[in-house]
């Protein structure tokens, strides 16, 4: 979509938010008027790749393709945006403070920032970060929702303290189940009573050494987009499960059911249904551990090469709480499957880097499939996954497209 088309389906509000101020006597500008800011580049207010896509403006949700997301970490200006509400305006972290509270918590007690990073030890991990939607678009019958492609993915690097740290010092109950969370994001009706979204994750979860609350992403302050000045990050889940701008966590002695934690959202079916089908919310199981994936990231699709050349082939696989076992590619749709290298991760949870040579026996057009085993021996699917209401948990091995001349 073109800057012109895109700003003009754009309301005021949201070209506000995009500067981060109001923008004054904007009811004397035009409709199709673009404001100067807009005329240097799209995504320089995100600071986004170029080549990223805008799958909504409100609330704001953008996606990378597969060819930018070539980097071993995954740096901001190529990290997708997934949000429910409207971002917080934070430009000051000084007087943030995180609330502890729930049945199960000991006390209800705040910390501030200062405090989560003086008292705590700080720990790094690189953590695979996946919307539980990507790959909806290509679902038959269509599932409402963000239609993302397959760019709803990042494996940035986080820093912070862990959760079970701060839960220790805060002290809980022993009938602590569930860890809700809050946000200061607002709900798109601006009613400031309404989560936007309030997700959670099992005390199993919580307590991993990976789990943390974190201050930095890639050695900086995480950007306003992806949560300054505070976020959950619980890796190999769906991302939804790590929230962003953090300002309260719920210690529950029930699974928690804060917005978007209940009915149908983030999850499918507790047992396979047909393509179409009505499900009750009773028959839904939450998401928890992603399914094993794999992302070619170079060359793009579409790539051209001369008939004797070897083709680099490069990009990630990842599965959820576990490891990748095994990369394979095809390039004769299926029929035949080859080992491609594949790297130990940096840590748990971080995707591992997949790369091979191959040789093409003639002239002619090819697809490069890869598909890729988790440690439990369970491989991607050729063909899409089990059909669910809401689109979820898509992993069919992914392909790109070469000619030979």
């Not at 990223?52 to 704001?60: K, T």
């Not at 309030?198 to 919580?206: D, F, T, V, Y």
């Not at 995480?222 to 990050?233: D, K, M, N, Y």
């Amino acid at each position: 979509m073109d800057r012109r088309s895109f700003l003009n389906k754009v309301s005021a509000g949201s070209i506000a938010t995009m500067i981060g101020v109001d923008i004054v006597f904007g009811s004397n500008m035009s409709s199709d008027y673009i404001p100067v800011i807009f005329e240097q580049d799209l995504y320089s207010v995100f600071g986004k790749h170029k080549d990223m896509i805008v799958l909504n403006d409100r609330p704001w949700n953008v996606e990378a393709q597969p060819h930018i997301l070539d980097d071993r970490v995954t740096p901001a200006n190529k990290m997708f945006i997934r949000n429910n509400g409207i971002i917080p305006s934070i430009k000051d972290s000084s007087d943030w403070e995180l609330k502890i509270a729930g049945k199960s918590a000991k006390t209800s007690r705040s910390y501030s920032l200062e405090v989560l990073k003086s008292r705590f030890t700080k720990y790094t991990y690189q953590l695979t970060l996946e919307c539980a939607g990507n790959g909806r678009s290509e679902f038959d019958p269509p599932a409402k929702g963000n239609q993302w492609t397959l760019g709803a993915v990042s494996c940035a690097r986080w820093s912070g303290l862990r959760l079970r740290d701060l839960m220790e010092d805060a002290g809980y109950n022993a009938d602590l189940v569930y860890i809700g969370y809050t946000g200061a994001d607002t709900h798109l009706s601006g009613d400031p009573a309404r989560d936007s979204i309030s997700r959670g994750i099992p005390l199993e979860k919580a307590i991993q050494d990976e789990t943390l609350l974190a201050y930095e992403m890639n050695g900086n302050d995480i950007p306003i987009a992806h949560g300054f000045p505070l976020r959950l990050v619980a890796g190999g889940w769906p991302a939804s499960a790590s929230g962003k701008w953090l300002d309260t966590l719920l210690l529950r002695n029930k699974v928690h059911d804060g917005e978007k934690m209940t009915g149908q959202s983030y999850r499918i079916p507790c047992e396979t249904v047909e393509p179409g089908a009505k499900v009750a919310d009773e028959d839904m199981c939450i998401i928890e551990s992603m399914p094993v994936k794999s992302l070619i990231t170079f060359p793009k699709s579409g790539a051209v090469i001369k008939r004797n050349e070897t083709l680099p082939v490069r990009g990630h696989a990842w599965a959820g709480e576990l490891a990748v076992r095994e990369v394979q590619y095809s390039i004769d749709f299926g029929a035949t499957w080859q080992k491609a290298k594949l790297e130990s991760p940096v840590n748990r949870l971080a995707w591992q880097h997949f790369n091979a040579k191959i040789k093409f026996p003639r002239n002619g057009y090819y697809e490069v499939w890869a598909r890729a085993t988790d440690s439990n021996g369970k491989a991607q699917p050729m063909v899409l996954p089990g059909w669910n209401p809401k689109g979820y948990l898509n992993n069919a091995c992914h392909r790109i497209a070469v000619k030979v001349e």
